[in-house]
């Protein structure tokens, strides 16, 4: 069925009219299962007066709650929900209605139904679900249950509530006495806590002042008895107080701590200096005792000078590495210039005597003395060096010739031996055993053979001193003993241990040797010895399966980097022509991750696979930098791209979008080399930002001229919203203006322009109806303007019907001077020509039928309804213009004037007829020109 249809078939209580809605619904009984339906179907009404009668006729007090939201401001809704929910009407049990007031959020509500409710319970449950003091105040003061006003008074808690309660609170003098009460305990309270403040604000003044101080003994003595104080204190602190607190504590801790953490340094600035010092000390001792050794030796030989060769290499490496560390202080600056300047002369006389050496030796075999003492003399060796011993045959050889005086070599020698005696002297006091023990073997056999009294005094010397070098070798033993009974029983505890591990019995038992070693043969003893090796022969037995599988893991090691060196080699030999750089240092970093996994490896072998990875270190880098290069001018490349793209004429979003492109290009590529990189991105992304800020221009001009169709709309629609058409007429206008809105499309999406056109098009359809109830007034008037030449035509036609009229005076003048609409103009001469015309025998039922058709259509237009009796006629009409609608759309107007021109060409008319109808078509045009259309 048509929905027209199903309109005009539907009930009463489904009537669009709300005021027919409403007569209905006072008519439906809810006991009535059907009916009851239709009340619950009311109660989703879009017509507020109408769902409340439902609900209350369905007595639906969780429906009332439910849809009281929507409805707050209505006076009868709150009023018909405080009376059931306070027990006043309605049949809701109590429990329903105090589960629906646990629900409801309304103040005023709440009060309403805690001052009236018939319950206790729900009073009091109300009551909870008020928030605010002055409704609380209220409930305390003026409540009629004094359980309520106590709960209420209990409530209230601030200073200002409290005062106003005790003011009006005049009929319950419990709750007088509760807000005095808590009141008093309020001030008390305050008092207590401005103090407990004051106290804080105190400490936070000593603590800040204490924070700004610098450190000194007690500085942290102090801050821990401030912060005692503080956690003594009962009240909280303010968010302010804690974060001055914290933060005036986090800077005395950072005053402790940097005190900590530049005496910590000082002190292993200071171990530093200490170690390095000594280290450094012991570095000059060796040198120094080596280049003594040298000179109070028997004998110079090739593997003295290439130790000494080898230690100055390794002092030289050390020295620097130590003074980078810690600067050396001045006089062991200048002990160190001494040794080096003795390394030199000791290294230069040796190399002189290696230039002669086989000159002397060939001179000394042909005996030939005077070659020999030129090329001593060319030697230039120096006096306090010992000397190799192929020159001091050379030399004993040219004291025994026959041509030297005796006289002239006494004289050295005895000073010679005088400067040894005090070398030997000095090493004593320095307790160098060893050098002095070296000298003293030399020196004896050559002092004790000289002969006459001057060389009495130097054997005495060498006695005495010979004297103290028994005595240093005895104290030398008399500490060694114990020292090496230590280290015995050390090395046999350490060899009874089996629960070391083997890292660890390892390392001490090296540093056990190395302690032994140092010992020399100070309190040498056979069985400590014996003892000493028995011990280490067991740890090394124990460590042998340890150092196997030390071994093994070097042989690993080693395979393993041979392996990384060969997978390398490969990899280089053969290196992608697209091999990317960052891949490539990926496999470095790997490479050298996995070298430094692999250690150790043996150590004959280490310096060679050492070179090995060197080399193929560099290699790798070779090729990381020519693709790192490759990969530079690929960029490059992208730039000029990029850049070739600003003077390109395509539609700036292709060029954008080639931009996008060249940037997925640009993250495929590898790094350019470190330095190259940072600058090739930058040129890069400024171009690219250049060509997006075009974009954004662009966009923001688009932006612009939306905003400008935006404001020209807004400037139409408040414009046609100022215009009211006073005339029918005035239809130009409004195509103007929907002309002028038509231009501006299409307009941006976005919510404002989707408000401006809805607001445009209900104004546009605001003043299409205005205009075309300005057309019906205007036909209406026109008809009221034509009752005149009504008459005179009712008057023809009641001469015509009584047979008076001739074809002389039939027609009737249009009266007035303006011009009749065409419709009008028509309809008069239809009826001209009618009345001339013969009457058929029906006329009167014919004209009645007519005449109820054009009232009943009249009605449709002006009421929407129509009387019971004219049912089918307004079915009929309806039919006929939904069917003229669908061939050709109709406006009220031409339809109002269709209808009175039908009026007019309708007669010849009865006056009887005319005046039993005219009453109600003046209503129903009266009532047409000030109803809008539905």
Known sequence: MHGLLRRLFAPRWQHPNPEVRRQALHRLDP????????????????????????????????????????HQDAPDWHEALRQRLSGRQGQTGLGQREALVARID???????????????????????????????????????????????????????????????????????????????????????EEAQQQQRETLLQQLERHAQSTWEPLYG???????????????????????????????????????????????????????????????????????????????????????????????????????????????????????????????????????????????LADGDHARLATLLDACRWP????????????????????????????????????????????????????????????????????????????????????????????????????KREQLCDAIEALANDGYMEEAALDRHHRQLVKEWKSLGDAAANRDLSARFRAASDRIHERLAPWRERLTQERTANLHAREALCEQLETLLDQPAADADPDMLREIRDKARQQWRHHSPVPRDQAEAIGRRFGRIRHRLQTLIDARAEHMADQKKALIADVQALHQDERPLAQRIEHAKQLQQQWRQLGRAPKGEEQTLWKTFRHECDQLFA???????????????????LQTLIDEMDSWQPQDASEHATLDAFVNQATRLEPLPRNRRSDGMQRRLSGIIRARRERLNRLEVASAVTTWQQLMPLMEAHLAADERRLVGEATDDVDAVAVLGEQPLPAAFTDAHHQRNQRRREALPESLEATLQDQLARLRVHLSLLAMGRVRQHDEPLRLAIQ??????????????????????AGLVALGPMPRTLWVQEVNELDELLTRLARTPPP
Not at 119 to 142: F, G, P, V, W, Y
Not at 387 to 400: G, H, I, V, Y
Not at 879 to 900: H, K, M, P
Request: hydrophobic residues 35%; aromatic residues 4%.
């Open 383 to 482: 006096d306090r060096l010992t000397m190799p011993a192929l020159a001091r045959q050379a030399q004993e050889a040219l004291a025994t010739a026959p041509d030297t005086a005796p006289a002239q070599h006494d004289a050295p020698s005895l000073s010679a031996y005088q400067a040894e005696l005090d070398s030997f002297e000095q090493l004593l006091e320095r307790g160098a055993f060893k050098s002095a023990s070296r000298l003293h073997q030399r020196l004896k056999p050559g002092i004790e053979a000289l002969q006459g009294t001057e060389a009495r005094p130097l054997k005495a010397r060498l006695k005495h001193l010979g004297a103290q070098l028994a005595e240093l070798r005895d104290w030398r033993g008399f500490v060694a003993g114990p």
């Open 221 to 363: 003595g102090r801050l821990r008895h401030l912060q005692r104080e503080w956690e003594q204190l009962g009240q909280s602190p303010s968010q302010e107080q804690e974060a001055r607190y914290h933060q005036a504590v986090l800077t005395c801790r950072k005053t402790l701590h940097d005190h900590e953490t530049q005496e910590q340094a000082r002190q292993e600035q200071e171990q530093q200096r200490e170690a390095t010092d000594l280290t450094r000390d012991q570095l000059l001792e060796g040198l120094e005792e080596t280049l003594e050794g040298l000179r109070l030796g028997n004998a110079l030989t090739a593997q003295d000078i290439d130790s000494l060769r080898a230690q100055r290499q390794l002092l030289g490496q050390r020295w620097q590495h130590l003074s980078d560390v810690h600067p050396p202080s001045e006089a062991t600056r200048q002990r160190y210039t001494r040794a080096l300047k003795d390394y030199d002369a000791c290294i230069e006389a040796w190399q002189r005597w290696q230039g002669v050496s086989a000159d002397v030796e060939q001179a």
């Open 879 to 900: 039919v006929e213009r939904l069917n003229d609608g669908l061939q050709q759309e109709r406006s009220r107007a031409q339809e109002v004037t269709d209808v009175l």
């Open 694 to 712: 075009l974009r954004d221009a662009h966009k923001q001009e688009q932006r612009a001229q939306q905003q400008q169709q935006l404001d020209a």
């Open 31 to 70: 006991d009535h299962a059907e009916q009851r339906k239709a009340l619950t179907a009311l109660a989703r009404d879009s017509d507020s007066a109408i769902q409340l009668a439902a609900l209350l006729a369905l007595d639906d007090l969780e429906g009332l709650v439910v849809a009281y939201p929507a």
């Open 106 to 192: 309304d103040a005023r509500l709440l009060n309403a139904v805690a001052l009236e409710g018939d319950n206790l319970n729900l009073r009091l449950t109300a009551l909870d679900r008020l928030a605010d003091e002055q409704d609380l105040i209220e409930q305390a003061c003026h409540n009629g249950v004094a359980a309520v006003r106590h709960q209420a008074a209990d409530r209230v808690a601030s200073e200002a509530g409290l005062k106003q309660l005790l003011k009006q609170a005049r009929r319950d003098r419990q709750v007088t006495r509760m807000a005095r009460e808590r009141l008093q305990a309020l001030r008390a309270d305050a008092e207590w």
